[in-house]
């Protein structure tokens, strides 16, 4: 995602309130004790053409949205869509507003999460989520509170350092911030029970009290850092069913982001797979030249971006699986394989042998994860396979007309 943004002309914009992010360390959560570290070393993130960095959703909104005004989009805010009409094959289909205003398209992008009428449009029912038990609960701390604290100090005391804690189906995150609003801050994301049935819909609001008793047992700087919380906010992680395909049966409606591949709130790359998911679809239609091509573009963006957001997604939940293994023997390998691993002096993630196979190394993942870029693997798509089917498109719409060429010589020269 940074490489886009910086692609885009967005890299000073970030800087402004973006911290650029190194290193992890990570920790028992009830006890606290330090049992491995990961440094992301600059030379691989630099080879890949990228940067690791942490910035607050609502500035990354504006900044987006700016950039969107910028091109020339129209954004209206107070227009939420009440229902989505496909229509029969042919037709445009159109969008109902809560004010009973219709808006019709040659194409509509569901971008609406995996709460939204859009998925249900495409899939044709509402669906059943599985819940997980767990809910991923959010707040932001600034910088001069946690100062007042000499035991939290320790969390800016490296600049652009994430601090974990692997608990018993709990896990907390903490990591720097830069926001517009409140300045320098620490974001705190937990991974914690929830109790209650879960509600549908949005983000819910819950009482800091509330979360120090799903909380539990755990690192006193944790309670500490949720006692100075003014306000927290909780999602249900529920698991959804893998979608055969984001398009209508008319390809007239297509999903991205959380609509089309949801993950658990928080998760690393659920941000960058949307935007790749934006970077892609426009990569892919700047080759639209006819309506007929919608159908064959349409499939073409999920073809080339089911199996990259599969590969994400699967390793999102296997790094969320580790960070909330229960106690047991699973947990023990786990922990002492981190805890040799930092006596050795190796990055928690890395493999005590680079060359056994048992673990895939930094660079291995980076390539595969940070090394992808959504618009070279669009323009890759259009070269390989799109342009054969356009030129198969325009043989069946050519195919039949009459042309008339008329030739009027020329008078001789005098």
């Not at 500035?59 to 005004?69: E, H, I, M, N, Q």
């Not at 529920?238 to 398009?247: D, K, N, Y």
């Amino acid at each position: 995602m940074a490489r886009l943004f910086s692609r885009w002309g967005l890299t000073d914009r970030l800087h402004e309130f973006s911290v650029s992010s190194h290193l992890l360390h990570i920790h028992r959560y009830e006890t606290g004790s330090l049992i491995g570290k990961h440094l992301w070393q600059e030379e691989v993130l630099k080879e890949l053409g990228g940067e690791f960095v942490s910035l607050h959703y609502g500035d990354l909104r504006r900044v987006l949205k700016d950039l969107a005004s910028e091109a020339g989009a129209v954004i209206r805010s107070s227009a939420r869509v009440t229902s989505i009409s496909i229509g029969e094959q042919g037709q445009r289909p159109f969008v109902t507003l809560s004010s009973g205003e219709t808006l019709e398209a040659d194409v509509l992008v569901g971008a609406d999460g995996i709460s939204g009428i859009s998925r249900q449009s495409v899939v044709g029912q509402v669906e059943r989520p599985t819940f997980t038990g767990l809910a991923t609960y959010n707040a932001v701390i600034s910088e001069d509170q946690i100062r007042q604290h000499p035991e939290l100090v320790t969390l800016f005391q490296e600049e652009g350092s994430f601090f974990t804690w692997f608990g018993h189906n709990k896990s907390v995150l903490t990591y720097p911030l830069k926001t517009r609003k409140r300045g320098k801050c620490i974001a705190l994301t937990m991974y914690l029970p929830l109790d209650d049935t879960p509600p549908t819909g949005w983000s819910q609001s819950i009482s800091p009290e509330d979360v120090v008793r799903q909380l539990g047992e755990c690192d006193p700087r944790i309670l500490q850092l949720i006692s100075l919380a003014t306000s927290v906010s909780y999602v249900p992680i529920v698991q959804m069913p893998e979608l055969a395909s984001w398009i209508d049966q008319n390809n007239r409606l297509v999903l991205v982001g959380d609509a089309a591949h949801p993950v658990f709130p928080g998760a690393t790359q659920a941000t960058a797979m949307g935007v790749g998911d934006a970077a892609a679809l426009g990569q892919v239609f700047r080759h639209l030249h006819h309506i007929d091509q919608i159908k064959s573009l349409l499939k073409g963006f999920e073809e080339l971006r089911q199996e990259r957001v599969g590969f994400v997604a699967a390793q999102e939940w296997d790094y969320f699986s580790i960070t909330t293994m229960p106690d047991g023997e699973m947990q023990t390998m786990r922990d002492e394989r981190l805890r040799k691993r930092h006596a050795l002096g190796l990055n928690a993630f890395d493999a005590e042998d680079p060359d056994s196979g048992d673990v895939l190394n930094q660079w291995e993942i980076a390539r595969k994860i940070f090394g992808y870029d959504a618009e070279d693997e669009a323009n890759e798509w259009w070269t390989k396979w799109g342009s054969l089917q356009e030129r198969a498109i325009f043989k069946n719409i050519t195919a039949g007309w009459e042309v008339e060429v008329k030739h009027e010589e020329e008078s001789a020269l005098e």
